[in-house]
């Protein structure tokens, strides 16, 4: 491959960007602390892009859309999203950080997490928009597990992104399109290889929700991610997702299977140099699992707000931690909250 795209790859590590951009007679472009820059001046030819191809293992005359992964010359690991753009090819790589961050040094809610991931068994989701530090959560999650329990644990993703190390856990890994055909056959083949844990990238479908939940159901610990940006969209999406003859008997299966919902956001950090996660959370315990059962969401929501029980925090509380403790700027967190006067109200402590 051309030295254009090696030494890009290259700058993506020196600046600390978390994505590159790749386009057909384009100059490159890097996302760094969540800002779009231009890297380099010279366009990237298709030729580079062809070989690029080929060694994600595409093929650039009949190919379309492919997610692969690639290790670069100097052994940075990248996500690999390969597309068309009107006709021509492109690409886009995110940089997969192979040090698993301890889940304190994250921001999150270390101690709950921890709790959730000691459970026996149930279904534990981690849910927000592309890019929120989903996949680096789960990694932080399973790692913790490796460092105190012998498990074993098979994750199904697509591509990996995260490479561990066995201690006192026994990890499998296996990659859709490479290891496994899909996501629900993975996943049900999974079910035969004596998994403790089961690490499921993303529920995409209506089999995959239902897999998941038989293997919480018969005794499993499954992981597993929802692109919604918040607790009541993701219990919505999970209810979608179920047919609709055998949506209240797969809302009772949730109801008494699920352990809890973390969603994340990152958002711009008030001194500018990088980025900072809030969090909406919550467990499910008590009479959460009744407003699930019934998929009484507007419930789940006023509930969380109630403050009275620090494993349930809605989003608005963690924004205005964050901009009171000066992580984040006033006007960033009144923006992610949606409402102005909401935010406004919250930071004097209005309920």
């Given at each position: 491959m051309g030295s254009l795209?090696?030494?890009?790859?290259?700058?993506?590590?020196?600046?600390?960007?978390?994505?590159?951009?790749?386009?057909?007679?384009?100059?490159?472009?890097?996302?760094?602390?969540?800002?779009?820059?231009?890297?380099?001046?010279d366009p990237v030819e298709r030729d580079d892009l062809v070989d690029f191809w080929k060694r994600c293992g595409a093929d650039p005359d009949y190919d379309g859309d492919r997610d692969t992964s690639y290790v670069s010359g100097s052994g940075v690991r990248f996500r690999v999203n390969l597309h068309r753009h009107l006709g021509q090819l492109g690409a886009v790589l995110r940089k997969i950080n192979t040090d698993i961050p301890d889940l304190a040094s994250l921001g999150l809610p270390a101690d709950l997490l921890t709790a959730w991931c000691q459970a026996p068994s149930g279904l534990l989701l981690i849910t927000g928009p592309t890019g929120s530090g989903k996949s680096t959560t789960l990694a932080s999650c399973l790692e913790w597990v490796n460092q105190h329990f012998t498990k074993h644990i098979v994750t199904i993703e697509d591509p990996i992104e995260y490479l561990f190390e066995s201690k006192q856990a026994l990890f499998t890994q296996r990659e859709v399109h490479t290891d496994t055909d899909s996501f629900a056959r993975g996943l049900r083949s999974s079910l035969r290889q004596a998994p403790d844990i089961i690490l499921l990238g993303e529920i995409r479908d209506p089999e995959t929700a239902q897999i998941a939940l038989q293997a919480a159901e018969t005794g499993h610990l499954v992981f597993a991610t929802l692109h919604s940006a918040n607790v009541s969209e993701t219990?919505?999406?999970?209810?979608?997702?179920?047919?609709?003859?055998?949506?209240?008997?797969?809302?009772?299966?949730?109801?008494?299977q699920l352990v809890g919902i973390l969603c994340q956001k990152l958002l711009p950090s008030a001194s500018g140099s990088g980025m900072e996660v809030v969090v909406e959370h919550v467990e499910n315990t008590g009479v959460i699992r009744n407003y699930l059962r019934d998929s009484r969401v507007t419930e789940i929501v006023d509930f969380m707000k109630r403050g009275d029980n620090p494993h349930?925090?809605?989003?608005?509380?963690?924004?205005v931690e964050a901009a009171q403790s000066g992580r984040i700027s006033t006007e960033v967190a009144a923006?992610?909250?949606?409402?102005?006067?909401?935010?406004?109200r919250a930071m004097r402590g209005i309920e």
């Amino acid at each position: 491959m051309g030295s254009l795209i090696e030494a890009l790859l290259d700058a993506t590590q020196e600046h600390n960007a978390s994505d590159l951009f790749l386009a057909e007679g384009r100059e490159a472009r890097m996302k760094v602390s969540g800002q779009l820059m231009v890297a380099g001046d010279d366009p990237v030819e298709r030729d580079d892009l062809v070989d690029f191809w080929k060694r994600c293992g595409a093929d650039p005359d009949y190919d379309g859309d492919r997610d692969t992964s690639y290790v670069s010359g100097s052994g940075v690991r990248f996500r690999v999203n390969l597309h068309r753009h009107l006709g021509q090819l492109g690409a886009v790589l995110r940089k997969i950080n192979t040090d698993i961050p301890d889940l304190a040094s994250l921001g999150l809610p270390a101690d709950l997490l921890t709790a959730w991931c000691q459970a026996p068994s149930g279904l534990l989701l981690i849910t927000g928009p592309t890019g929120s530090g989903k996949s680096t959560t789960l990694a932080s999650c399973l790692e913790w597990v490796n460092q105190h329990f012998t498990k074993h644990i098979v994750t199904i993703e697509d591509p990996i992104e995260y490479l561990f190390e066995s201690k006192q856990a026994l990890f499998t890994q296996r990659e859709v399109h490479t290891d496994t055909d899909s996501f629900a056959r993975g996943l049900r083949s999974s079910l035969r290889q004596a998994p403790d844990i089961i690490l499921l990238g993303e529920i995409r479908d209506p089999e995959t929700a239902q897999i998941a939940l038989q293997a919480a159901e018969t005794g499993h610990l499954v992981f597993a991610t929802l692109h919604s940006a918040n607790v009541s969209e993701t219990v919505e999406r999970l209810t979608n997702l179920f047919p609709t003859d055998e949506r209240v008997s797969q809302l009772l299966l949730l109801s008494n299977q699920l352990v809890g919902i973390l969603c994340q956001k990152l958002l711009p950090s008030a001194s500018g140099s990088g980025m900072e996660v809030v969090v909406e959370h919550v467990e499910n315990t008590g009479v959460i699992r009744n407003y699930l059962r019934d998929s009484r969401v507007t419930e789940i929501v006023d509930f969380m707000k109630r403050g009275d029980n620090p494993h349930n925090k809605p989003f608005i509380t963690s924004l205005v931690e964050a901009a009171q403790s000066g992580r984040i700027s006033t006007e960033v967190a009144a923006a992610a909250a949606g409402s102005r006067a909401d935010f406004d109200r919250a930071m004097r402590g209005i309920e």
